[in-house]
């Protein structure tokens, strides 16, 4: 029997990688995707099937995680063999602008599929995986931190997420489900919103080594986290649904660096050395040395980072270190892509469409449109 599985936030970063996994492994697919005035499918354009098709196995629904009967009504129409809820208002930052429909998306989109799964009596068929997060950890109570370390939420973002971990918790207890949290720490790819900071460092640099920007701003380059590759993390979200008994991990690299360290990691794939001068608000990164052909409007002694103090955040994560060895031990899972190879991937990736960009504008098709981001 081919396996049914559904997934909140299939249009997210998480999302299609998982959505291809899946795939990959023969399962039907169906993943819930909300109503914009635009598109919102470029991570899985070219994985959509034509429905038309009479063996397809890659379905979209309309939904939204405020919407209970939506919600019920597609758990009742696909009938999953399993539930990935990756679907989440997931910036922190954007959460102290946005506070109560962070709470309704994170905290009650959660129970929402929960009890909607319980309603429908698919509890004993279905199982449930929730995106956990590190964030939980926030002010933190022991490095590194492990699925035993206490929680201490710093933004609205993870105080809804701490909701979701204990309703997930609470209704395999309840109710006997197959329901677990994966407790994720930062993962990253090329295809990354652009507003979080591994990518809005790859391609604020690589814009401005092509000359479309001069300068990238950035908040607290003192923070540190354990990023990993998002195609790793999603091995484990499948892996986690795959056991004799449903339980919680953490899914981590267990090395952790700096902002700072990822800005000069990725200048460095443009051939570019950066000194960091001053410190807080007044640090600034400036071209030191240049060499090889990818950075043809980079200038010696440029500026090429500054801290701008807005993107500072009300209550910062100041450090997140993961410890995954329950994960290796239980279930063998270890992370294949090093974080050298992560920011390789993510440069060039954003250096083409820098390039792409710039040769559009020099012959006229396209114009400069600034994005706060
Ligand atoms: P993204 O922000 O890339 O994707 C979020 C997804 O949720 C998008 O598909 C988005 O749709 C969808 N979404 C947003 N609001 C709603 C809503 N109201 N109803 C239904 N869907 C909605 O996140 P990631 O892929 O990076 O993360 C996946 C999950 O894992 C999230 O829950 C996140 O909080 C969590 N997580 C992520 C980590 C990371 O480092 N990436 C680490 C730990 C946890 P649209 O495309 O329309 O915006
Ligand atoms: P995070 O990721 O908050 O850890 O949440 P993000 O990349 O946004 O921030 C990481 C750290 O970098 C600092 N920072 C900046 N962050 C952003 N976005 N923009 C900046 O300009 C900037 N400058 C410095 C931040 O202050 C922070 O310390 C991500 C999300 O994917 C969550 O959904 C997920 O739960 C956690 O990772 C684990």
Redesign the pocket.
């Known amino acids: 029997m081919t396996k049914r599985a559904l997934i909140t936030g299939i249009t997210g970063?998480d999302g299609s990688y998982l959505a291809e996994f899946l795939l990959e492994k023969g399962y039907q697919v169906h993943g819930i995707k909300r109503r914009t005035s635009g598109f919102n499918t470029a991570r899985i354009d070219h994985i959509y099937q034509d429905p038309h098709q009479p063996h397809a196995r890659f379905k979209l629904h309309y939904g939204d995680l405020t919407d209970a009967s939506n919600l019920i009504r597609t758990l009742a129409e696909v009938q999953p063999d399993e539930v990935y809820n990756l679907g989440?208002q997931?910036?922190?930052?954007v959460s102290f602008a946005s506070p109560d429909y962070t709470a309704d998306v994170c905290a009650l989109g959660t129970l929402r599929l929960l009890e909607g799964i319980r309603f429908l009596g698919l509890s004993n068929k279905t199982r449930f995986y929730q995106?956990?997060?590190?964030?939980l950890y926030g002010l933190v109570q022991e490095t590194p931190q492990k699925e035993s370390t206490p929680f201490y939420p710093r933004?609205p973002?993870?105080v809804a997420?701490l909701y979701a971990y204990w309703i997930t918790v609470n209704y395999r207890e309840v109710y006997g489900m197959y329901a677990c949290n994966g407790v994720?720490?930062?993962?990253?790819s090329a295809r990354?919103?652009e507003?979080?900071?591994?990518?809005?460092?790859t391609r604020g640099l690589a814009n401005i080594a092509v000359g479309l920007e001069e300068c990238?701003?950035?908040?607290?380059?003192s923070?540190?986290?354990d990023w990993g590759h998002a195609k790793d993390y999603v091995r484990m979200q499948w892996m986690m649904l795959q056991q004799d008994r449903p339980e919680d991990y953490v899914i981590a690299t267990g090395v952790q660096y700096s902002?700072r360290d990822f800005v000069r990691m990725s200048a460095a794939e443009l051939g570019i050395s950066l000194e960091f001068k001053g410190q807080g608000a007044d640090e600034v990164a400036v071209v030191a040395d240049v060499c090889g052909n990818k950075a043809p409007a980079i200038k010696l002694g440029q500026v090429v980072v500054r801290?701008?103090p807005r993107?500072?955040?009300p209550t910062?994560?100041?450090t997140?270190l993961g410890d995954p060895t329950k994960a290796r031990e239980n279930l063998g899972w270890i992370p294949q892509i090093t974080l050298a190879s992560m920011v390789n991937e993510m440069v060039a990736a954003d250096l083409e469409i820098a390039r792409r960009e710039a040769l559009l504008r020099q012959h006229g098709y396209a114009t400069p449109v600034p994005k706060e981001?």
Request: net charge positive; proline share 0%; charged share 20%.
């Open positions: 970063q989440a997931s910036h922190v930052a995106a956990s997060t590190s964030e933004s973002y993870a997420k994720l720490f930062n993962h990253e990354r919103g507003t979080f900071v591994t990518r809005k460092i990238l701003y950035l908040g607290n380059m923070a540190l986290r902002v801290v701008d993107y500072y955040r910062e994560v100041d997140l981001i």
